[in-house]
């Protein structure tokens, strides 16, 4: 019985694999495999699949059985398609080896160049490329990479050394060591190796093959590959597989060059060849910042044949794979090598852009465009603020780089990673300074506001990563001189010190001392013609989380279809109001709460006729007060003093009834409906304030859409209840007023009973939202605000994959949500079903609720274009909209 396949080559003009394979072979091999099929030149090579990463992170570093056998018979095929023996002394077969996840994750996982070389077989490849120089070169890179990547070596320690021999040298520049110096060089490597490891540098090109396998393999499991896949919620994944190939060498003189490029501008999206390169160099010199790269319309004049080979593969791949591509390449004595291609990472103003622009080109439909040319991340980013230009002049700039990641970021400067956790925590905002950075360095770049680099390019590690998070990042920035041991930076006139605050700006380049103010963004005409694509193809509504006119309006100017939670309580912290709001909490008899009552129905009718209006023609849902009373009252003793003077009444009585209104548990005490069944005159004033609103507005001549909320119901009786005295309410109104408005009262879905007896509740109430911040709260048991003490070690562990409070708990939560709509809706087949947590704003969580037949989601306003895309993404993919296969010539 043969076994398992592990082991999928390609090369030659076919592959045993393709693009739709990415969960097995990782979005690199897939990609090699189908390039391979549609006659690019890459390469061959093989790829282990991700199964065989599974395995061997659960099985103390194990392979399953039968890798091994077909491991080699990738190596003997590889051997068979190059005409070159592994290893060997005269004409050596040298290969990659590279990691390569189903989602892409740029520099988290190891990588190994050159491999296979020895004392040996160097020698062979210097007589058979006539260089010795180049042979050794890529022999002294290879001890660097497998020392640093397998053996856990610093790789600073094999830089000490090549320092040290410039400087003895007398040379700036790595290419200025002749081939008696790279000589010496790749003996003091040896020498590190076998320092830092005990053991001589291995000679067995198999032996190095398994190690750096195992390595990749391991290096799914590293800090640094977990912390990105948690701030990117990467979940899901088998691992990574590995990519052996041959090598093609850029570094092989000056007819060579390997580079970096998008076949379109990922910070604006401009229709153009966009990206570095460098001659004579191998692929990490690139990425890595170490050398300064030139722009890719430079190898125009260096190497024309190549450039327009490549401008054609370039448009060939866009074409096939409809989306912009990330490509890396290698030229090798004028022939071209593309060595992989995966979907570029780019801003939202890129995303944009690009969309609307292959939507015009004739490239992709519509629906293609907003299925898989945008995330919802991207058009988080064009919500980022900007600096004010008009506020900055030019000899306030103490820095120019390159515009790596657009928006602004202002904060403090840090120069390591853990110290921009550390002050992130704290809450403060800081700036990431670094020479350059690395994948370690991701936890604090997603920690900090934005990110300043002295050396690196467009597609150095900093940039990709910014511009892929939406954060502001400003690469390559030479005209600083950055030190870490005295914590400082400088341009030679002006030093900055960690802790000083400078602001930076990612679509210009630049770096200024101080903080300087920011500007809301303007959306432009991409966005809105993209946006109107969206809103044609999603039938499921969105409305926003408001509590002030001035969120509603800018709610409504991001596309919201009416406010699913107004939240009253928000309403009384003014300083007239929250004085009323006091006197009526304290009050001993209903006459008196009802005085107090009196005062606050002017301000809170006045705020709803505000957000009425901003709202006009647009369903508003209002929640009646929520929280429990004493979070009204001070705590303060000096504040306790001062409001019985204000009161007038006795510091002792203050002080009794304040104590007589604290709970033990006051999230699950006396708030929501049981406060408006206790006192009812609450529920009275609001209904009131609201109802005289809207007549209010209708007798102008406008449409008004009142919903009213019922919160915290968790039996029948208690909506029941709640829904009588609105009821009652509003018949008196209508009656003084003359004039009626129609409304809805419903109920706000949070507590776990509630879903249980949601058909019962639903034969009296017109409409159901769920609050999935308190049902989350209440069904895990998990307080919000204290379980951040351990929901981070949770995450950790395993025993949660994401936090319930930022995506939505489909399994446990979720199933509640799902049981309360569908049971609501037996009872009641018109029965609105909502939802106004937080979640709303989520895209995985709205896609849930798009699955479930929710009629709408509602979410702060800035998450609420968002939600709009992350609705019409939910319904192309549950009609099962493919794009259709595009021919390319």
């Not at 120069?415 to 990431?432: M, P, Q, W």
């Not at 308190?774 to 949660?800: P, V, W």
Request: glycine content about 10%.
């Amino acid at each position: 019985m043969d076994s398992k396949k592990y082991v999928y080559t390609f090369g030659g003009g076919s592959a045993e694999g393709d693009k739709s394979m990415k969960d097995l072979l990782g979005g690199k091999g897939a990609n090699l495999a189908e390039m391979s099929s549609i006659g690019l030149p890459i390469p061959p090579g093989f790829t282990l699949s991700a199964e065989v990463c599974k395995f061997y992170n659960e099985n103390d570093e194990a392979w399953p059985e039968g890798v091994e056998a077909q491991l080699q018979e990738g190596v003997a095929k590889l051997e068979k398609l190059m005409g070159l023996k592994f290893g060997d002394s005269e004409d050596p077969l040298l290969v990659s080896v590279r990691s390569g996840a189903a989602k892409s994750m740029p520099g988290m996982m190891d990588t190994v160049l050159n491999l296979g070389l020895n004392d040996r077989s160097v020698q062979g490849l210097a007589n058979k490329t006539d260089n010795t120089r180049f042979a050794f070169d890529c022999y002294r890179r290879f001890i660097d990479m497998f020392g640093n990547v397998v053996m856990g070596i610093d790789h600073e320690e094999f830089e000490e050394v090549l320092q040290k021999l410039k400087d003895e040298e007398g040379v700036e520049l790595d290419t200025e060591l002749g081939v008696k110096e790279l000589k010496e060089l790749v003996d003091r490597y040896k020498a590190v190796y076998r320092k830092s490891t005990g053991y001589m540098f291995p000679q067995d090109p198999n032996e190095q093959l398994h190690h750096a396998i195992n390595a990749v393999f391991g290096s799914w499991s590293s800090k640094r590959a977990k912390t990105y896949r948690k701030i990117n919620r990467i979940t899901g994944l088998l691992g990574t597989a590995v990519n052996v190939q041959a090598m093609v060498y850029g570094n092989m003189g000056e007819d060579c060059a390997t580079g970096v490029c998008f076949t379109r501008n990922p910070a604006d999206g401009t229709n153009e060849l966009y990206g570095e390169f460098l001659v004579n160099a191998q692929g990490e010199d690139v990425v890595a910042g170490i050398r300064t790269p030139r722009n890719i319309d430079e190898l125009k004049d260096d190497m024309p044949k190549s450039y327009e080979e490549l401008v054609e593969m370039t448009e060939k791949l866009e074409q096939h794979y409809q989306d912009m591509q990330d490509i890396e390449f290698t030229i090798q004595q004028g022939e071209l090598f593309i060595l992989q291609t995966r979907n570029g990472k780019r801003t939202g103003v890129a995303a944009v852009k690009i969309a609307v622009d292959m939507v015009d080109e004739g490239l992709i439909s519509q629906k293609g465009a907003v299925q898989k040319l945008v995330e919802p991340g991207h058009l988080d980013q064009l919500l980022h603020p900007q600096l004010n230009q008009s506020d900055i002049s030019e000899d306030e700039i103490i820095g120019k780089g390159l515009p790596a990641s657009p928006g602004a970021a202002v904060g403090k400067v840090v120069f390591n990673s853990d110290k921009a956790e550390e002050e992130h925590g704290k809450g403060e905002a800081v700036i990431l300074v670094r020479i350059e950075t690395s994948p370690e360095d991701v936890g604090g770049m997603s920690a900090a506001e934005g990110i300043l680099t002295s050396r690196g390019g467009m597609t150095s590690h900093a940039a990709v990563v910014a511009r892929g998070w939406g954060k502001p990042c400003v690469a390559g920035c030479d005209d600083i001189v950055i030190n870490y041991e005295s914590q400082s930076f400088t341009n030679g006139e002006v030093t900055v010190k960690a802790g000083d605050w400078i602001s930076i700006d990612g679509a210009r380049g630049i770096v200024i001392k101080g903080k300087k103010p920011v500007e809301e963004p303007s959306f432009g005409e991409n966005y809105h013609t993209f946006m109107n694509w969206v809103d044609e193809i999603r039938d499921m509504a969105v409305r926003t989380n408001a509590d002030a006119p001035e969120d509603a309006k800018r709610a409504r100017e991001f596309g919201a279809q009416g406010i699913g939670l107004a939240r009253t309580e928000h309403m009384f912290f003014g300083e007239e109001r929250i004085k009323a709001m006091r006197k009526m909490i304290i009050s001993e008899t209903e006459s008196e709460r009802r005085e107090a009552l009196v005062s606050l129905l002017p301000y809170q009718k006045q705020d709803f006729i505000d957000i009425f209006d901003a709202m006009e023609g647009l369903p508003v849902t209002v929640r009646l007060l929520d929280p429990p009373l004493h979070e009204f009252l001070p705590d303060e003793e000096e504040e306790i003093e001062s409001l019985a003077k204000e009161l007038k009444i006795p510091l002792r009585d203050l002080k009794r009834k304040i104590r007589l209104l604290k709970e033990f548990n006051p999230m699950l005490g006396h708030r929501g409906c049981r406060l408006g069944i206790t006192y009812p005159e609450i529920t009275e004033m609001q209904s009131r304030a609201i109802l005289e609103a809207a007549v209010h507005l209708k007798k102008q001549g406008k449409t008004v859409l009142p919903e009213i909320m019922i919160p915290l119901v968790g039996t029948s009786e208690e909506f029941i209840h709640q829904h009588e005295v609105v009821d009652h309410v509003a018949a008196e109104v209508f009656k003084e007023a003359g004039e009626s408005v129609e409304y809805k009262v419903g109920t706000m879905i949070e507590i776990p009973r509630a879903a249980i007896v949601a058909d019962k509740i639903a034969e009296e109430a017109e409409f159901f939202s769920f609050g999935t911040n308190d049902l989350t709260q209440m069904t895990y048991g998990y307080s919000r605000d204290d379980a951040g003490k351990f929901l981070e070690i949770y995450m950790q562990e395993g025993i949660l994959k994401d936090d319930p409070f930022q995506i939505l708990d489909e399994e446990g939560v979720g199933s509640l949500v799902k049981m309360a709509t569908e049971k609501g809706r037996k009872a009641r087949k018109d029965l609105k079903v909502g939802i106004c947590g937080e979640h709303g704003g989520d895209p995985s969580s709205v896609r849930f609720c798009y699955n479930l037949g929710l009629n709408y989601v509602s979410c702060s306003p800035y998450r609420v274009p968002v939600a709009r895309l992350a609705a019409a993404q939910a319904k192309l993919t549950a009609s099962k909209y493919e794009e259709p296969e595009r021919v390319v010539a």
